[in-house]
């Protein structure tokens, strides 16, 4: 993608809006734009990134068998009466009526419509398990907003619910899916922590929550550094400074965190009261058991460029930078843009998709400080210097060294030093 | 993917509801789900079909400079209000309150967000062209819903909206956008007319729709059958039975049809409502000339399948089609198994992923019912009569005849009839 070209205007600075790093940066870098409170447009380099989250994301839940459906948004109020979660929804609904006077809720999760659905498909024990999920748009009527996309009114979900014949199956299913959930938030470059945590308004039955220890973080959680014990301070049963209920040695501490990810086992609660039951072997009729499994995108987007930056920008983990590599035109003379040009070509026939700033209007400075702000993990430049050697000087964002690799060399190199797949980067 | 696990229940007749074929054989093959009135869920079947159809979009969209972005459906009241389409969007916005008293529109369209978004990045001429488009869930709080997915009043559009510093520049980009759709809707199987039309709430400058000729249709077109000319009936200044206008030799035939597509000169309506401006290169200050270009993506989907079906069911084009193949394993014999099992794998190492009709509690007539009912163009049979020759039976969806294929010759088979791009068969 040639910048000369491409949908993204930088600020110089630091805008004064935002309340975490992570969300000036995304503005600054010009990832987002703020449309109302609690409410953003992806702009291209943001909607790239997320389009890699979701990527890993579908990989990792259909491993462990869930299979993508998308389930609408407009919710007939009906179905939220039954599970009385009209009135007790917290945040309350979104509410919308239509042309007929009839309500709606706009979905802020879809335990509702996903067990009505599946209802009309299961008869027998025959047709379970069933895992289904979907990255879908939730809307949620909080009071208050905060750090951008760290917690919006309208965001994107990946929410999983499975259904089983019993609380065996279901537990077998759920260890998959906190394997699931520890490889996507690895492949994120993130270190998610397990933690003990209550349903709310879902469920009475334990549950648990993937969090980040961020100064920035909204939840509090008891973490014994000893064994990654940890539990929400919402429901720990042992206090700040005890001891370590798991391992028994550590002191447990209470950190900030971000929650990434919840996943509750469900039970039959929401099966008994929409009607989803099947027949055992026997012929009896029981009430399928269920979990679910959500990851709120943006959030997580969010989190890892808090987690992920330095004074100059943010360092995108490679498997979620935009780009896999920036490309860099210093200078005008015609040798150089030749040059460059060709090295452009080249890695789209290695398997790279760069950004390549072809821009004949901004300085040197200007060009690195924006690469160092927009964070592709690796920076290739083209000069009148590394062109008098036939070479291109290379520098992984997260180093301080640059390399210089003759030309004719570059396609060994990325073979030697990277792995191609799926056009991105992978140490 | 193994039918034995696949979530997709189909029924063995049409249901009652639905008022077009389409919508019949989208239910019964268990493509999608009704949850409301013009309110649908999408199973795996009928998500995978949506996916390819918006993989098509984005190829040639790209291809012509879109870039894409993701905005918001919650819309502020005052930019509505600004362009004065609050009150006279037809039809009415779905319209929700906040907890702080706050409306918002969910949005049916995006000019007000999009032109808002535009402005804080377009300075100068130097800026511009620029070309926008999402794949997004739009809102419609139509009165009346037809056809299952035909009209809906949730659904995902592809929208696409373009900034110029010229009416010229609209003009070349225009034309390509024409030859981006003509191309969409080739590859999916479909002969588009390019009808004149009006614009409708957007602009009172001429537009064009997309139409597809079909009884189903509610739109009216005049149409020359001599040089493919047409008009909405709503703005034609000539008659039924009258002469072609444009060859001067056909004769206008009044039409039913289906609009897949509408393409709008704004011109500088929303820009000098909302005030995006531009300098030119003399620095005086321009409004920005624009243009829209939209895709309802459920309704081309359902097109596909109103127009491609027969008395057994769905006959999917090749590009959209939910698998390339359609493996069936007939008899439960220990070899059948074996040798499916094999076939299954092989195609999968081919490139293809196909779903494999693995179950044992289904007839031969049962499996090829559905087969022909979900309409994969390409059906392979492993069965004891074809294994004694060690053969597989191939025959395409839309041919009565089957052809034996060797089974070690099965690789050269596809290589020479089919070309292999995306994982999705060619012809």
Tied chains: 1, 2.
């Excluded at 890699?52 to 990792?60: C, L, P, S, V």
């Excluded at 006077?101 to 024990?125: C, D, N, R, W």
């Excluded at 279901?170 to 996507?184: P, Q, T």
């Excluded at 039970?267 to 039951?277: D, F, H, N, V």
Aim: glycine letters at 8%; hydrophobic letters at 35%.
């Amino acid at each position: 993608m040639r910048q000369s070209h491409f949908f993204c205007k930088t600020l110089k600075t630091n805008p004064k809006e935002g309340d975490a790093i992570s969300h000036k940066l995304l503005l600054r870098g010009n990832f987002i734009s703020q449309l109302a409170s609690g409410v953003y447009s992806f702009l291209p380099l943001g909607l790239r990134a997320h389009r890699n989250i979701e990527k890993i994301i579908r990989e990792e839940i259909e491993k462990i068998g869930g299979q993508e459906v998308l389930l609408p948004s407009l919710q007939p109020k009906e179905i939220w009466l039954k599970t009385k979660r009209w009135d007790e929804m917290d945040p309350p609904l979104f509410r919308v009526k239509d042309r007929h006077s009839k309500e709606f809720a706009l979905g802020p999760t879809h335990e509702e419509v996903i067990t009505g659905l599946v209802k009309l498909a299961i008869q027998s024990y025959k047709d379970l398990p069933v895992a289904l999920y979907q990255i879908q748009t939730k809307f949620r009527n909080e009071m208050r907003f905060y750090g951008g996309l760290m917690r919006a009114r309208e965001f994107i979900m990946k929410d999983l619910y499975s259904f089983h014949a019993d609380k065996d199956d279901l537990e077998k299913f759920f260890n998959k899916a906190i394997g699931a959930y520890e490889a996507i938030f690895n492949r994120c470059g993130l270190k998610a922590i397990k933690s003990e945590a209550s349903g709310g308004i879902f469920t009475k039955e334990n549950t648990y929550e993937f969090q980040i220890l961020s100064e920035m973080g909204e939840d509090r959680i008891l973490f014994c550094e000893n064994c990654c014990w940890a539990s929400n301070l919402e429901v720990a049963e042992v206090k700040d400074g005890g001891k370590c209920p798991k391992c028994e040695k550590g002191k447990l501490e209470k950190r900030n965190s971000i929650e990434l990810g919840h996943i509750f086992r469900l039970g039959s609660k929401y099966s008994e009261t929409i009607g989803l039951y099947f027949k055992d072997k026997e012929g009896n009729e029981k009430p399928v058991i269920m979990g679910c499994y959500g990851i709120g995108i943006g959030r997580l987007l969010a989190t890892v460029v808090e987690i992920n930056n330095d004074e100059k920008g943010i360092v995108w983990p490679k498997e979620l930078a935009p780009f896999p590599i920036h490309l860099i035109q210093i200078g005008e003379g015609q040798d150089v843009k030749k040059v460059a040009e060709t090295v452009y070509s080249s890695l789209m026939e290695f398997g790279f998709e760069s950004l390549y700033d072809d821009r004949q209007d901004k300085t040197a400075g200007e060009k690195f400080a924006e690469a160092d702000l927009i964070g592709m993990p690796c920076r290739i430049v083209v000069s009148e210097r590394t062109i008098e050697k036939d070479c291109v000087e290379i520098k992984p964002r997260d180093e301080v060294k640059a390399e210089l690799v003759r030309i004719d060399y570059l396609q060994q190199f990325f073979n030697s030093k990277l792995k191609v797949q799926n056009s991105k980067l992978q140490p």
